[in-house]
């Protein structure tokens, strides 16, 4: 029995692998090519999931990294990987579909567990000690779960990962002083002076965004406009923020100016461009603070050039890292520690969990035996009992059920907990 719960263990979990584009191992510029507009991704994760024959997928996007969860058939060698890009980015040419195959991370079984548990505790992210991530991994679950792509060994990956991640940030050191987009922004803008009243216009109404300008809210800045291509998720955001919803299309009209433009979308384009940049300064000369955290930057290059600008960016938040990395090296070692003890745990779990799925089948078997044992083997016997005889057997019968329906689990579970 043991050595066949293992193998049902062991197959699921080799199964699990992951497909990473981050910071470490591609630009930041080209990651923002594989990112997906939300009203697109469950036709196209759907088919790629049925191409490559996967039974589970997740996919996780952020600033700075792009990454798929799945379980099923692997995708490793060049041909797997190139049907993977064919598939889900068809526009991409056959030189750029090259290029991040080449470019691809890739890890299986306990290494995809690793790395997950790794980038929800924030050790392997650019900005080490950013707690925002543990936000991400749920809402890329809940997104996939509400798609219906993912099962039962990713619901228990994730729940491991963030219950593991939130033990990270609160056992050990590795968030404070925390240097995220939302405190690097702040902070910025608190080194410059700029006053509470400042006219901060916002493009993009994501998950980013959202933070960075509650947290401004929280810290006192009063004076919000926000522009997003869909208007109701602009005006939920102006709602949080007491301040003003506007249609993105409405963008090059805009004269009120601004002293700080938040911009963080997800489209693969320029959105302020040269000329729309001039229109929002409405004529206004003085030096204005530009924080453009998306991938590929919404910034067109020539506004820095041409203007005089205080410009955060997400490639500049990469030298922070490594000076992060330096100063909390002890607290990653702790952090790994964590991370250990929570993949024997997440072991366990998955062997208990395949005990209760292979045994899912036994309380209709012991409910069959009795049938047949009742109905046809003793049916005779049973016939010429009188009726308290009759009510006897069944009250034994019953007990019996009961009983072999969860004995078997109890042992099985016992079994494994010893090997352990």
């Keep these: 029995m043991l050595v066949y719960f293992c193998e049902v263990y062991m197959s699921k979990y080799s199964q699990f692998q992951v497909i990473a584009f981050t910071y470490s191992n591609i630009a930041v510029e080209e990651i923002g090519l594989l990112q997906i507009e939300e009203d697109q991704r469950e036709v196209r994760l759907t088919a790629v999931k049925e191409v490559l024959g996967w039974d589970e997928l997740i996919f996780l996007s952020t600033c700075n990294r792009v990454e798929f969860l799945f379980c ?21 040419s056959p030189e750029k579909a090259d290029q991040f195959v080449k470019s ?6 306990d290494n995809a567990m690793n790395h997950l548990l790794r980038v929800a505790s924030s ?17 890329a679950f809940e997104q996939s779960r509400e798609m219906k792509l993912s099962g039962d060994f990713l619901r228990l990956a994730i729940k491991q990962t963030i219950e593991t991640a939130k033990k990270v940030y609160t056992e050990t050191a590795i968030s404070r002083k925390p240097v995220s987009v939302v405190s690097l922004a702040y902070h910025r803008m608190r080194d410059l002076n700029i ?33 997003n291509r869909t208007f109701s ?53 003085d030096k204005k603070l530009v924080i453009d955290i998306a991938i590929p930057q919404d910034l067109h290059p020539t506004v820095l050039k041409d203007h005089d600008v205080f410009h955060i960016s997400v490639s500049s938040l990469q030298k922070i890292s490594e000076k992060n990395l330096k100063e909390r090296s002890s607290e990653i070692c702790h952090v790994e520690e964590l991370i250990d003890f929570s993949m024997l745990q997440f072991e366990r779990l998955n ?28 049916k005779d016997e049973i016939a010429n009992l009188d009726v308290n005889s009759k009510e006897v057997l069944e009250k034994i019968m019953g007990y019996m059920e009961k009983k072999y329906m969860s004995m078997p689990m109890k042992m099985a579970k016992e079994i494994l907990l010893k090997s352990d």
């Design 72 to 92: 099923g058939k692997p995708a490793s060698t060049i041909e797997e990987l190139t049907l993977f890009f064919r598939t889900l980015y068809p526009n991409f």
């Design 104 to 109: 691809t991370a890739y890890f299986h079984g």
């Design 123 to 139: 050790i392997d992210s650019m900005v080490v000690g950013e707690r925002e991530i543990i936000t991400q991994v749920r809402n």
């Design 195 to 227: 006053p509470l009243e400042a006219r901060i216009v916002i493009i993009g109404a994501g998950v980013t965004n959202t933070n960075l300008s509650r947290f401004l809210k929280k810290h006192g800045y009063t004076n919000f406009v926000v522009f």
């Design 233 to 285: 998720k602009a005006q939920k955001l102006a709602d949080v923020l007491h301040g003003k919803a506007l249609p993105f299309a409405s963008l090059s009209e805009y004269r009120e100016g601004f002293d700080v433009l938040i911009s963080c979308t997800g489209t693969d384009t320029h959105l302020v461009t040269p000329e729309i940049y001039r229109s929002l300064l409405h004529n206004e000369t």
């Design 351 to 378: 062997k208990e969990r395949n005990v209760e799925l292979a045994m899912r089948a036994v309380p209709q078997k012991v409910k069959d035996i009795k049938s047949m044992a009742m109905n046809e083997v003793f």
